[in-house]
């Protein structure tokens, strides 16, 4: 199995809006407004003549946190209330609501244009991938330096790294530390 594969359908967008953000190293892909409209115009969630100002970039990186939150639950974290009220923010930001598309099919949609209208798409695909068993295998990585999301493709979604070969080697090795320390 390699590491860090994306995960499929609309979790892969979640996921990679999450690691916009890389710990390790230390990378920010949404380093400022202009970055932030062009990862959102290159995933079709916004157009191009749209603007993105300081304020959006500010609610965006909010709003990955809290869906980061949100996906930690899914590795035995709890979810903050900041974080709960980040997403329902969001929710009420974008102006989501439910629509019937051509194949009969109902999805929530934003009425929001711009930068609201983009997270609220996000948000959006949050809430289906919830009904999906498959949500439960979006993770974060448990190396508390790393905190990766990673799709768990494990047979019995056991997996608590983004990478065995560093960040759970590592993990190990610091409890090995803390351990002969405390002993
Ligand atoms: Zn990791």
């Known amino acids: 199995m390699s590491d860090r594969e994306a995960a499929p359908g609309a979790l892969g ?8 953000a890389d710990l390790e190293p230390s990378v920010e892909a949404l380093s400022d ?3 932030l409209r062009g990862w959102l115009v290159e995933r079709g969630l916004m157009a191009l003549n749209q ?5 959006d970039l500010k609610h965006a990186v909010a709003v990955r946190e809290a869906i980061r939150g949100a996906i930690g639950a899914n590795s035995g974290g709890s979810v903050y209330p900041v974080d709960i009220a980040t997403l329902n923010g969001a929710v009420s930001a ?3 609501i439910p629509r019937f598309g051509s194949n009969g099919k109902a999805r929530l949609e934003p009425q929001a244009s ?7 798409r996000i948000v959006a695909a ?6 999906e068993e498959a949500w439960t295998r979006l993770k974060l990585c448990d190396s508390s330096s790393c905190r990766w999301a990673f799709y768990d493709q494990s047979r019995n979604h056991s997996s608590r790294w983004c990478r065995m070969a560093s960040c759970g ?3 190990k090795a610091k409890r090995f530390r803390e351990r002969a320390k405390t002993s």
């Open 13 to 20: 967008l979640i996921q990679a809006f999450v690691n916009t």
């Open 33 to 35: 407004p202009h970055a």
């Open 51 to 55: 603007p993105a100002t300081d304020a």
């Open 94 to 96: 974008s102006r989501l």
């Open 114 to 120: 711009g930068v609201d209208g983009a997270l609220g």
């Open 126 to 131: 949050v809430f289906a991938a919830m009904n």
């Open 169 to 171: 080697n590592r993990q």
